[in-house]
């Protein structure tokens, strides 16, 4: 069993820009920046799909020594980092020396890389020195309510009233 | 509120009748299910079955609600995860959550939001 690393999603960030990865920060996190006062213990990108940023993503991930993990929580070793098999996952699950994170392919409610990119979709956000593009929490509601696991059941009454809330403001 | 699945059909009806503050007697009587079999199936000794298990909930006054909801092993892989943890390492994942999801909410805060969301 391995345990979680410390989390420090800024720097995870900042591994991936440096080399260049496009991506979308979705789920939990997104819905942070945005206001939701919870606690998220990972961080969830969507990345574009094209084969050079799979590879860079590859490198990123490879320099924090990033593994995946099986959904028991034990390190599959057997699971290479490598574009190819980035791409071929729908969702992979891993753990970094920053923390985890999750490689979503093609989120619920959303085409992939291209429609979150979109700006009515993300919006371009300062997170520890990088800037990186989060899904708006309109898109983080639609992918739980699509998903409709136990804790998306939980956690949608208090992402909609954030959501109303922040309507009403801008109004 | 809702059950998960860890719960068995006698403790669904031990809370029903709880909550109606029934004796199982009572209940018995109401539903029709003998005084004996109400108790046998609180405690795990008899499995009834579905049709029965509505009965009994109605007859405490209560409709039995069922939904599906996506299966999700997340929570079974973070529970093993940090149980593999020593109490004080688990204070430390926590305090470090709690830092890192407070620094994104600052950084989500300090943005201009309508400038940034333009970008």
Known sequence: M????????????????????????????????????ELTTDIDITPSRDVRNLQRLAEALLEMDAKALTSEGEIDESWPIDDQHLRLQETTFLTTR???????????????????????ESFLLSVGGA????????????????????????????????LRHIRKSQK | MYYTNEMRAGDLIYLARARAGMTQAELGERSGVAQNAVSRIERGQ??????????????????????????????????????????????????????????????????????????
């Open chain 1, 2 to 37: 391995v345990a979680p690393a410390h989390f420090n999603p800024e720097e995870i960030l900042a591994t991936l820009i440096r080399h260049g990865v496009k991506f979308v920060v979705i789920g939990a996190y997104a819905a942070v920046t945005q206001g939701w006062p």
């Open chain 1, 98 to 120: 920053f923390g985890d994170v999750d490689i979503v392919i093609n989120p619920a409610a959303a085409e992939g890389y291209p429609d979150l990119v979109r700006a009515s």
């Open chain 1, 131 to 162: 800037r990186v593009r989060v899904a708006k929490l309109e898109r983080v509601i639609a992918s739980k309510r699509i998903s409709d696991r136990p804790k998306d059941r939980d956690a949608l009454p208090r992402l909609e009233a954030l």
């Open chain 2, 46 to 119: 008899i499995d009834p079955g579905f049709a029965t298990v509505v009965a009994l909930v109605r007859a405490c006054g209560f409709e039995l609600q069922t939904s599906f909801a996506t299966h999700d092993s997340s929570y079974a892989r973070d529970v093993r995860r940090r149980l593999a943890l020593s109490p004080r390492e688990r204070l430390d994942v926590a305090v470090d959550l709690a830092q890192a999801t407070q620094r994104a909410a600052l950084a989500g805060a300090g943005a201009s939001r309508s400038s940034e969301r333009t970008a």
